[in-house]
């Protein structure tokens, strides 16, 4: 309601867009965090919905850069209202979460602290989304996973870490949930590239990353193994004019690369990066892991995977 409720094209945007719906994963995630370790509901409220803001106006910013026409089954803000109009909603929405970190009731060193923490995080996404705008066969498996926690796991592991602040909780505990998180965001990432092939992305066209020529564990893995002449064509169609991508194209490389080997080795990271959020949810304290295993079972496993595949 405060950040849509004034009149204005900038507050119409935000209806339209806020109006979608949503997970909200990452304000749960930061409520249920906090619940776990006694935190006041008045005082992570507000954090949880800066980390909601801050993750819609990552999603209005990133369908800018990609050119993504579809988002939640409706046109995406830039293809609705115009490139502007999205690039100052995402703004606002940036603005506005900070906004919320100064009203929260609580110290002002403790507030001091959330801001940096969402600074510091806003900073690793953005170097996260810049790595992520253009693929190239040089992209390594050890690159993407870097870039994801980037991009990806910096936001999954904000609302935990600001709970986590709010609590005083020990520096052992707060190390351990941020790399569970930045995995499980890892997995996350792993999941959405696998949907883009699959026409299973919620509400988005199928072929979204082939038709912007952007980072997916897919080509990826394609590079990783060497798949010539695979590879060769596919950064061929990759580097062509992206307007020039007809759907027809897309969905003939979108059907290659799910029977090519690359998919099935993406199919195994996911695996292993899962395994590992398992290892690390072993070292956390109970309610806690109870609360992070919750969490992570909104994603489908491997083996889902495969047979959805097969």
């Known amino acids: 309601n405060r950040v849509a409720s004034q009149a204005g094209p900038l507050q119409i945007s935000a209806r339209y867009h806020l109006a979608a719906g949503g997970g909200q994963f990452r304000a749960q995630l930061a409520l249920a965090t906090a619940y776990c370790l006694d935190v006041p509901a008045e005082r992570i409220i507000p954090v949880a919905a ?12 990133d369908d800018l850069q990609d050119q993504d026409a579809m ?21 606002y929405f940036l603005t506005q ?13 403790s507030r001091l602290h959330l801001a940096m923490l969402f600074t510091r995080r806003i900073s690793e996404s953005i170097r996260g989304q810049v790595l992520s705008a253009r693929f190239t066969p040089e992209f390594t498996v050890a690159d993407y996973e870097s870039m994801v926690r980037a991009k990806t796991g910096a936001f999954f592991a904000l609302p935990a870490e600001c709970a986590l602040a709010l ?24 999941q959405d590239d696998l949907s883009d092939f699959m026409g299973s992305k919620a509400g988005r066209e199928a072929g979204s990353d082939l038709r912007a020529g952007v980072v997916n564990a897919v080509f990826v893995h394609c590079a990783a193994s060497r798949q010539q002449p695979l ?72 083996s889902e995977w495969r047979l959805s595949h097969s």
């Open 231 to 302: 590879l060769d064509q596919l950064m061929i169609f990759l580097r062509q004019d992206r307007t020039q991508a007809t759907t027809t194209d897309v969905t003939r490389w979108a059907k290659r690369l799910c029977e090519s080997t690359a998919f099935e080795h993406t199919l195994n990271q996911l695996e292993s990066v899962q395994t590992r959020v398992a290892k690390h949810l072993q070292k956390l304290p109970m309610p806690l892991a109870q609360t992070l295993a919750e969490a992570s079972l909104q994603f489908k496993a491997a």
């Open 50 to 61: 800066a980390c909601e803001l801050l993750h819609n106006a990552s999603l209005v910013h």
């Open 167 to 190: 609590a005083d909780a020990p520096s052992t505990v707060n190390e351990d949930v941020v790399k569970t998180l930045e995995q499980l965001g890892v997995a996350y990432q792993i």
């Open 71 to 91: 988002r939640r089954g409706q046109y995406t803000v830039w293809k609705r209202f115009g490139e502007d109009i999205a690039l100052n909603l995402g703004d």
């Open 97 to 109: 979460a900070h906004g919320l970190l100064l009203e929260t009731p609580s110290s002002a060193e």
